[in-house]
């Protein structure tokens, strides 16, 4: 499953995972640079900070902690009474506040920007091995209980740096897809420590059988080069009959044992194309291979092979489930992760529609079911309706949230669709646009500095909903700062002393 695999360059993913490549992880978590020489400009910092959390939320006797990474950048900071924008990281390693339209943002706002790792990933595992019997504090609920205590712990920080007590700086938090849903669901469910959210293609909706997503894939691929993807997609499962190795060879996938893991990587690899706003790049060769009359299983291999795995670079085993099985703890295992959240809460299994689907049909229900119990063992399954019950899914009745989605994401269908004066929803409508363009810009790998948004097809729609963004978190922020709170009772202090014990 792309999971929200983030592009290379970013900490945003979710292909089948809706995560990031592991590139990623090797380039900026592996070999990161010291902060002194990332002269990329692609992150404001790299320099890590480590703040003890809380293993177990939920539990009255458990009081065991970690180790959890996080960054802070107050270069614009208005001190001390600026806001303070808290930027999720989801479902990878982060290296990094990324220099993405969010330090615009912060430049423009006079903003402090704070990120917290997500528990688990990255450097922040509480576990050296990830058997899944240690994977059972892995959770999106566990995640905002940690965004709440850190929440809790810089504001503090922030006091005892201006020698001040009781102060409340007003609070932002942002994120993009997983981390977009929870900074829906950190409004909602913590109200009381953020003025307001920015849920960028934020996936919201926990959806078991997610059809929609090849069904999108197919309305942004378009007349065209929809039926040279169902092609190819026949083509290769004939091939997998006559002549398996060769045909996994050509595709530099010969160690996917599993044919159903390598159809799955072939899907992704098309998916990620209108996720992340690079479309000509899959169709125009396509396209022209079809018209010209050439081998389209090899037209695509070369997509594969260069483009998905070479230069986006995701790896081939990040799909091999004996890999996902792997419990070690390092740069390789987010994948392995993403799984766990996907089989136990969020499902979104990207499942072949009935019809017209591009993928193959042999990556359905039972396929998702099985790796879940193949990689976790028995009784592992995502029990989406109880998410959704917590969560309310796109029934969310939060407040003073932005929802924005890219009009190519195939990942859209499981955000929010209806706009309220609240809880306002925005789609970047351009050929190019996909997911977090919004915060991104178009292309969205690599990243783009600032978010830069030249390269959108439609540079306007962009300008337009970003103007939009502006307007609520300015509304929202004075409206956060107004409230008065001299005369109150000692909320947030009483919460600390809580903490504290
Ligand atoms: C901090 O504030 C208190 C009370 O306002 C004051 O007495 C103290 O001198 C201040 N300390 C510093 C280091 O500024
Ligand atoms: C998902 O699809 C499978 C196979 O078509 C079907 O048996 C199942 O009822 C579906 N589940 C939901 C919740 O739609
Ligand atoms: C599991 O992953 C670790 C770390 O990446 C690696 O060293 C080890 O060889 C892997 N084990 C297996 C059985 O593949
Ligand atoms: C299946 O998809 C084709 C092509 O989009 C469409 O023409 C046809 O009506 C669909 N059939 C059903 C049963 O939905
Ligand atoms: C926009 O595209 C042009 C041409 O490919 C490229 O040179 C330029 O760097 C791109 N701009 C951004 C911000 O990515
Ligand atoms: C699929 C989806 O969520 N689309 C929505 C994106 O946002 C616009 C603007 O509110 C809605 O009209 C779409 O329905």
């Not at 909602?188 to 059988?209: E, I, Q």
């Not at 799909?319 to 809460?345: A, I, M, P």
Request: proline letters at 5%; hydrophobic letters at 35%; aromatic letters at 12%.
């Amino acid at each position: 499953m792309a999971s929200f695999f983030p592009p290379p360059l970013l900490v945003i993913c979710l292909l089948g995972s809706l995560s990031c490549p592991r590139s990623l992880g090797l380039g900026f978590g592996g070999l990161r640079l010291p902060p002194e020489t990332d002269s990329s400009g692609k992150y404001l910092t790299q320099d890590e900070r480590w703040f003890k959390q809380t293993l177990d939320h939920f539990s009255p006797t458990d009081h065991r902690q970690f180790r959890q990474r996080y960054y802070e950048f107050r270069d614009h900071f208005q001190a001390p009474d600026g806001p303070v924008f808290l930027k999720i990281c989801g479902e990878s390693a982060c290296p990094g506040i990324a220099n993405d339209y969010l330090s615009v943002l912060a430049k423009k706002f006079g903003a402090a920007v704070v990120s917290l790792e997500h528990r688990y990933y990255g450097e922040s595992s509480p576990f050296e091995s990830l058997t899944t019997e240690n994977l059972r504090f892995l959770s999106s609920k566990q995640a905002l209980f940690d965004l709440a205590a850190f929440r809790q712990y810089y504001q503090e920080f922030l006091n005892a740096k201006y020698n001040r007590s009781k102060v409340e700086n007003p609070w932002f938090v942002f994120g993009i897809s997983y981390s977009g849903a929870l900074s829906a669901w950190f409004r909602l469910k913590f109200p009381h420590l953020t003025c307001g959210s920015l849920a960028s293609s934020a996936v919201v909706l926990a959806v078991y059988n997610f059809t929609e997503f090849d069904k999108q894939v197919g309305e942004s691929a378009g007349a065209e080069c929809k039926p040279v993807l169902q092609e190819i997609t026949a083509l290769v499962e004939e091939r997998l009959l006559s002549d398996r190795k060769a045909v996994k060879d050509l595709f530099g996938a010969a160690t996917l044992e599993n044919d159903a893991d390598f159809l799955y990587l072939l899907a992704d690899a098309a998916a990620e194309a209108f996720q992340y706003g690079h479309p000509d790049v899959l169709c125009s060769p396509l396209v022209d291979a079809k018209k010209t009359g050439q081998d389209l299983v090899e037209a695509y291999a070369d997509y594969v092979r260069n483009y998905y795995l070479g230069s986006f670079g995701v790896s081939v085993q990040s799909y091999d489930q004996q890999h996902l099985k792997n419990t070690s703890v390092g740069k390789e295992d987010g994948d392995r992760l993403w799984w766990f959240q996907v089989c136990t809460e969020v499902a979104y299994f990207q499942v072949a529609p009935k019809n017209d689907s591009v993928r193959s049909s042999k990556i359905d229900t039972r396929y998702h079911l099985d790796l879940c119990k193949n990689v976790f063992g028995e009784g592992v399954y995502p029990n989406v309706f109880m998410t959704n019950i917590y969560y309310g899914g796109t029934q969310i009745a939060g407040s003073r949230i932005i929802f924005t989605n890219g009009s190519q994401d195939p990942w859209r269908h499981a955000s929010k669709q209806q706009s309220s004066p609240d809880m306002p929803s925005y789609i970047v409508d351009c050929h190019n646009c996909g997911h977090g363009s919004d915060l991104r810009g178009c292309p969205q790998s690599p990243l783009n500095i600032e978010g830069n948004g030249e390269n959108c097809t439609s540079v306007e729609a962009l300008a337009k909903v970003r103007q939009k963004i502006i307007e609520k978190i300015d509304l929202w922020l004075s409206e956060c700062q107004s409230e008065p709170d001299d005369d109150e009772p000692d909320f947030f202090g009483a919460k600390r002393v809580t903490f504290a014990m």
